[in-house]
């Protein structure tokens, strides 16, 4: 019979909650190290060692500037250092000179905002922390109630917003919000004191649902207060209550941990308890729901929830949540599920013993742009911008704390997974029948369309009942640039198709054409 010929042009994205079966051919059914950048299937980078290693293990990491030279302030369990890439130094809070180590652990964790220009972190252990340009040291938080804790601090107009807190009696409220007094201008709030009638610093409790009160974030002129299982609007209204509450959302989808919110596109984007939703306050979507809801809820490591986290790249257009699976015994992530808000897709990467990841200006070594020689990206991939040099305030990337392997990495570089272990990026379809469940294909040849360089491997797999297995060809060695077609001899009621990276090498996939015939029922 003569073949026919099927193109599949600009897949895309992957689901991995439905069955391959009932998927448009565009969509992959598995998908690793891959990203979805330009509607295209791009082989995904990886993230490369930047900076003088940390002098202790870090926890978490921020970018902090004095206005003339970008700093990351990294903290262990019982210490704060800041960096600019070249040299440590301890910032940990002293009393007569003395350091006065933090107390909280790993499971604590750390968080951390940027306020009037001021670094403010908090560990749930201890008071909260600041940094101002002109301190030398971490310091306890002006005005901030003696014995108290909370679980997180985050700024809103000219306050500081306290969440879950916990008295100097050891009395919990974890249904809480406490604001501090107005900030004068560039400053710290002088008062917490919510009995003071000369002050607006004050608190509310939100108890009408069990959840904690987790985290919060501002959206526009709104705080969004989340709870475990709610989320609550707080808005300014100024006189004697100051700012008024409302429930916004109340399916018990919540927010999952701290960090697990993040800004992009004047939304919300939430990693909640069953679903992750976006919202722009006053309705909200799924955006994993029948694609990767179990790729992540079935993989999260049930002792260490506390770990998920989720951070937005903004000039990729992509959220990583990356989180623990049941392989991290310790809680340091080694996965993460990459959301393209562009395209509107899922992929997955490996990473390996991270505890955070943040965003922002990487003062790394490179004291010039790079040149035409020595830059390794492909002009339709590269991401990097024209003429880049040390220190660009607009230029920001992931930044990429390794625990297991106490070192800093910048994301979306180089082909190593954490500066030196290679890795594998492949993309599957499983379950393709041409619209045509009954009879049986011959697979003559695929025409894959690919921009780059390198050698990908290409396997062809039949079965012909769903679910029996599929049977998988030997990899065919398709050389980028040289070749044009991979030949095959493989029959079946149902296709699967396999790409992976044969080479350490950037290429994009912009689609494929598969060259068939029928042989009949079978």
């Given at each position: 019979?003569?073949?026919?010929k099927?193109?599949?042009?600009r ?16 969509i992959?059914s598995?998908?690793s ?7 295209r ?12 290693a940390p ?18 302030f ?14 440590n130094?301890?910032v940990?809070?002293?009393t007569?000179?003395?350091?006065v180590?933090y ?5 604590d964790?750390w968080t ?20 101002i340009p002109s ?7 002006t005005?901030?109630p ?17 969440l879950?807190?916990?008295?100097a ?7 809480m919000?406490?604001?501090?007094d ?5 400053g ?5 004191d919510a ?8 608190y509310?409790?939100?108890?009408d ?28 209204i ?8 409302r ?8 927010v999952?941990?701290?960090d ?10 939430v990693?909640?308890v069953?679903?992750?939703?976006v919202?722009d306050?006053t309705s909200?979507?799924?955006v ?6 179990k ?12 770990k ?11 959220i990583?949540?990356y ?11 080694n ?14 990467r490996d ?28 002009w339709?991939?590269?991401s990097?911008?024209w003429g ?14 390794g625990?297991d ?8 570089t ?9 890795y ?7 379950g ?11 697979i ?7 921009i ?5 491997n290409?396997y062809i797999g039949?079965?012909?009942r769903?679910?029996?297995g599929i ?21 079946g ?5 396999r ?9 994009a996939l912009t689609?494929y ?10």
């Amino acid at each position: 019979m003569p073949y026919k010929k099927v193109e599949i042009s600009r897949p895309r994205g992957v689901n991995i909650d439905l069955s391959p079966y009932e998927l448009p051919n565009e969509i992959w059914s598995s998908v690793s190290n891959i990203d979805f950048d330009n509607h295209r299937t791009n082989r995904a980078l990886g993230y490369e060692q930047v900076f003088v290693a940390p002098a202790v293990t870090p926890i978490i990491a921020v970018p902090w500037t004095d206005y003339n030279s970008p700093y990351w302030f990294y903290a262990s369990e019982d210490k704060i250092y800041r960096t600019d890439g070249t040299a440590n130094a301890n910032v940990t809070r002293q009393t007569a000179g003395s350091d006065v180590n933090y107390t909280g652990d790993y499971e604590d964790g750390w968080t951390s905002s940027i306020f009037n220009g001021a670094l403010i972190m908090n560990n749930r252990k201890d008071a909260p922390q600041f940094y101002i340009p002109s301190s030398s040291k971490m310091a306890n938080l002006t005005a901030w109630p003696t014995g108290w804790t909370t679980g997180v601090v985050r700024p809103f107009k000219n306050y500081l917003i306290a969440l879950d807190i916990v008295n100097a009696s050891s009395e919990a409220f974890p249904s809480m919000v406490k604001w501090s007094d107005t900030a004068p201008l560039g400053g710290i709030p002088a008062s917490w004191d919510a009995v003071d009638p000369a002050v607006q610093a004050g608190y509310n409790i939100l108890p009408d649902t069990a959840g904690r009160c987790i985290d919060g974030l501002a959206l526009n002129d709104t705080f969004f207060i989340y709870k475990s299982d709610a989320v609550w609007a707080m808005q300014f209204i100024g006189g004697n209550f100051i700012f008024s509450f409302r429930k916004v959302f109340s399916d018990d989808t919540g927010v999952l941990s701290r960090d697990c919110v993040a800004e992009f596109d004047g939304k919300h984007f939430v990693v909640g308890v069953s679903d992750v939703y976006v919202h722009d306050g006053t309705s909200k979507k799924s955006v994993i729901t029948s694609k990767m809801s179990k790729a992540l809820y079935t993989q999260i490591n049930p002792a260490h929830v506390d770990k998920v986290k989720c951070v937005a790249d903004v000039p990729r257009k992509e959220i990583w949540i990356y989180f623990p699976t049941q392989d991290s015994t310790n809680g340091a992530a080694n996965k993460a599920l990459v959301w393209n808000w562009e395209v509107d897709a899922w992929s997955e990467r490996d990473i390996v013993g991270v505890s955070y990841i943040a965003t922002g200006v990487i003062a790394d070594d490179t004291a010039k742009p790079a040149s035409w020689n020595a830059d390794s990206g492909y002009w339709d991939t590269d991401s990097t911008p024209w003429g880049e040099e040390r220190f660009n305030p607009s230029n920001k990337s992931l930044f990429i704390v390794g625990y297991d392997t106490p070192k800093f990495y910048k994301g979306n570089t180089g082909l190593t997974v954490n500066g030196s272990t290679s890795y594998i990026s492949t993309v599957e379809r499983e379950g393709i029948d041409f619209g045509d469940d009954k009879g049986v294909k011959y697979i003559n040849a695929i025409y894959p369309h690919f921009i780059g360089e390198g050698t990908v491997n290409i396997y062809i797999g039949t079965e012909n009942r769903q679910g029996e297995g599929i049977s998988w060809s030997d990899a065919h060695p398709f050389v980028i640039g040289d070749d044009y077609k991979a030949n095959f001899r493989k029959s079946g009621r149902y296709i699967g198709i396999r790409f992976e990276s044969a080479s350490d090498d950037v290429w994009a996939l912009t689609g494929y054409s598969i060259e068939y015939s029928h042989e009949g029922m079978a």
